[in-house]
């Protein structure tokens, strides 16, 4: 029975768009409620910090706030907060066709798993919040394994853990260099979904690694799977 | 211009309540999702660990399922958390007459602050969420003072953050040690609110301290102030 390991952020979910969209709601928030910066100068100021700091840090506002007030203003971090995470569960939702697809690749008896880069709570947090989490016998994360995607170590602890080996398993992701060859480097076929690459680029691709099957959405998987 | 200082939880908005009810719907969905534990047998084993490690703890769900597996169970964690916050977010209200007392006060010139036990961004999060924030020209928690109610330098502190002083302020609360004793021994007048004490300890607290004005709710502030 063929393994197949997915990506969550931006493959399974468009995380991408709702964060943009909940940091604007923020941003919008802070500045009617008196940060002394236009709109444009602090959502720049909160790109800086979340490229600086990673986007898995959690304290982005805080550091927004004592970057212009010199101390932190909690009563703006937490109005931002708020802000965020209101606007960030009203959107999170799967890509329209997530569920069909799972649900057929279940029916076609593949078993499924995630490996994703990324804090393990939260990351359950987004599967258990969408209802996904029964589909996936294993989630792997690179918080708990203390190495990231596209280090061959993750994908090999995925394999032990899903009790398979890699040329019976496939990487589905958005992210080339992390998911797809990752991946391909521990031994697992790779395959590239909803990546936002140039055409030249994935030409290169389509040159240089031959085997991946390049797809723009995740519905197409059934015409591979 | 008279200050009067107010703790939040079951003073301003009836927390206990509320965290009840959603640790019910955290370990009701664990259990649920296979947690080997009966709901009463969970539901201890949360209250045990709570007592433990106090309620601003933030690993709750975490070392339940350590103590029961081993280790962690993220899928049961993430489970947990998302229905403690949902149900959290969904029950968090102010107490009926909150809103209207507060409007009253500021009609009568008092100056308010919130003095909490607690961490400053959770804090600020209920009152944003429930946009009383505005009726606050300070909120001072311990936390962010390193000092915890009762004692008297979190209070001295507040007095200073709102340049004014002990006799020309008033401290409302629903814990009679912490909150009214706490402030009495700073220099304040003291009102205990919400205070489910017995009637003999409330017939002590009369006898002992017959400056301590007692009401049942805080819609009756308006009879004193």
Do not use: C
Request: a negative charge; hydrophobic letters at 40%.
């Amino acid at each position: 029975m063929k393994v197949i390991f997915f990506d969550i952020d931006d493959t399974l979910l468009g995380t991408s768009n709702f964060a943009k969209v909940a940091r604007e709601a923020a941003i919008n928030m802070m500045v009617e409620n008196g940060l002394p910066l236009s709109h444009s100068e602090a959502y720049n100021l909160l790109q800086e910090i979340i490229v600086e700091k990673g986007s898995n840090y959690n304290k982005h506002f805080n550091l927004l706030t004592e970057r212009v007030y010199g101390k932190e203003n909690p009563m703006l971090i937490a109005l931002g907060m708020v802000s965020y995470h209101n606007v960030k569960f009203a959107l999170l939702k799967p890509f329209a066709k997530t569920l069909d697809i799972l649900i057929y690749l279940k029916s076609k008896g593949y078993r499924l798993a995630v490996i994703s880069n990324g804090r393990t709570i939260k990351q359950w947090e987004k599967l258990v919040r969408l209802n996904l989490h029964n589909f996936f016998d294993e989630v792997i994360t690179s918080e708990e394994v203390s190495i990231e995607k596209p280090n061959k170590g993750i994908f090999e602890e995925s394999l032990k853990r899903m009790n398979t080996k890699a040329e019976n398993s496939i990487m589905v992701g958005n992210k080339f260099d992390v998911d797809v060859l990752g991946g391909l480097n521990a031994g697992m076929d790779g395959i590239l979904v909803n990546s936002n690459l140039s055409e030249d680029k994935l030409n290169e691709i389509r040159k240089n690694y031959p085997e991946v099957i390049i797809i723009d959405n995740i519905s197409q998987l059934n015409e591979y799977l």
